[in-house]
Structures are given as structure tokens and as C-alpha cells.
């Protein structure tokens, strides 16, 4: 049983630009949900997917916006960086929403 | 709006010991899960125990166990017969049941164990 694989483990971009992360859920898992977690903090919910379709949003602006294909696997964008975006980025996928999540590793993003 | 608090920045514990970390939640919702999760330096977040809110039993993993008192809103974690591999990063988690079910995570507490 393959777990949640993130990529990139790290990233450093500029202020401005756009960054795209991946995230391949586990096998036979439906729904996927990403999570921002800043130095010290605990993680917040930014959006959650279910069969492609985007089915609950955090207090995120529409710059964070994602993608989830056929396979389920599933991409957060992040347009115009702030400094403020630097953080852990947590994806988590699950059978369903009433099912247990499976976290991957994160992506570590610095923006300077 | 859901919130979880963790008071606790830092907790120490001698191996071996016994160590509870406190975590307390506040909702209007009657029914949801609560967690309690790990996360080593490894950034990957472990679930450690659950607990369903309609259950008054608490839930018990191992050397790990609840105290859930839901008329206070309170959910410590006790860790039994500490181990340096329990070092990490405890979490703990709300979810609700019904529609938009994220996970609200506290603070967060950092778990030491000395040798």
C-alpha cells in the first residue's frame, strides 16, 4: 500500500511569482485535502477535493487554487507570492470524507 | 467557528514516565472526532488516537489513552511508559461528522523525552 507522496520536498521562489505543488494520494483514495502550515503553528485548511470536484474551502484568497485528476492525484497553485506564504504545504488524501486521512511529508516553500 | 486550543508550547518527560498534554476545543456541533497527532522531524503528521464525541468511552492505543470530558470540551492525551521515539510534535484535531469536514488543528505541543 503505497502512501501520500508530496513533490517537491523543497522550494524557494521569489516574491511574485507562481508555484505549482503535486500531490499523489494513496491508492484507492477519492479525496484529498491540502493544509498550510506556518513555522509554529498548526496546520489550516485551505481547500479540499473530492472526484475532481472541490467540495469545502478554507480562509484562503483565490490565488490558492487546485486541481484534482482522473487518477485523484491533485495540485495546489499559489499565484503572485507574499512572503507570508512561506510554509509547510500538508496534502491528505482519504477513501472518503468520512474516513480517515493519510498526511505525506509536505513541501516546504520559502518565498524571498 | 471551531477552535482547538493546546496550552502546553513545551512538555518534558523522563522515559519511562508518564506524560498527559492537554488540548481544549470549542463547538456547537453535538457530534464530531477528535485527534491527537505526531509529528516527528520527519513533517509527516501521524495519527495517534481517536475518539468519536457520541462515544463516552475513552479510546485507548497502546501506551497511549484519552481523558474526554465533553461537557468541559477537553481532550488530554496520556502517553504511558515514555520512549524517545514519542518525541515530536503533538497536534490535536476537531473534525466535524457533517458537511465540511476539515480537520482544525491547535497549536500544537512539542514533546521532549530525556534518557
Known amino acids: 500500500e503505497t502512501g501520500v507522496t508530496q513533490s517537491p520536498t523543497h522550494l524557494i521562489k521569489t516574491r511574485g511569482q507562481q508555484v505549482t505543488l503535486r500531490c499523489s494520494s494513496q491508492?484507492?483514495?477519492?479525496?484529498v485535502s491540502w493544509y498550510q502550515q506556518a513555522l509554529g503553528q498548526g496546520p489550516q485548511f485551505i481547500f479540499q477535493?473530492?472526484?475532481?470536484?472541490?467540495?469545502g474551502r478554507g480562509n484562503f484568497p483565490p490565488r490558492f487554487s487546485g486541481l484534482q485528476f482522473p487518477n485523484y492525484s491533485s495540485e495546489l497553485n499559489v499565484n503572485a507570492l507574499e512572503l507570508d506564504d512561506s510554509a509547510l504545504y500538508l496534502c491528505?488524501?482519504?477513501?472518503?470524507?468520512?474516513?480517515?486521512?493519510?498526511f505525506g511529508s509536505g513541501t516546504r516553500l520559502t518565498v524571498v | 467557528a471551531q477552535t482547538v486550543t493546546q496550552s502546553q508550547p513545551e512538555m518534558s518527560v523522563q522515559e519511562a514516565e508518564t506524560v498527559t498534554l492537554s488540548c481544549t476545543y470549542d463547538?456547537?456541533?453535538?457530534?464530531?472526532?477528535l485527534f491527537w497527532y505526531k509529528q516527528p522531524p520527519s513533517r509527516q503528521m501521524i495519527l495517534v488516537i481517536r475518539?468519536?464525541?457520541?462515544?463516552?468511552q475513552n479510546a485507548t492505543e497502546n501506551r497511549f489513552s484519552v481523558n474526554f470530558q465533553k461537557a468541559a470540551k477537553s481532550f488530554s492525551l496520556k502517553i504511558s511508559d515514555s520512549q524517545l521515539g514519542d518525541a515530536a510534535m503533538y497536534f490535536c484535531?476537531?473534525?466535524?461528522?457533517?458537511?465540511?469536514?476539515?480537520?482544525?488543528f491547535g497549536t500544537g505541543t512539542s514533546l521532549t523525552v530525556i534518557p
Open positions: 491528505a488524501s482519504s477513501q472518503g470524507t468520512a474516513y480517515g486521512y493519510t
Open positions: 491508492s484507492g483514495h477519492n479525496t
Open positions: 477535493y473530492y472526484r475532481e470536484e472541490e467540495n
Open positions: 463547538t456547537s456541533e453535538s457530534d464530531y472526532y
Open positions: 475518539q468519536e464525541a457520541y462515544k463516552q
Open positions: 484535531a476537531y473534525r466535524r461528522i457533517s458537511t465540511g469536514n476539515q480537520f482544525y
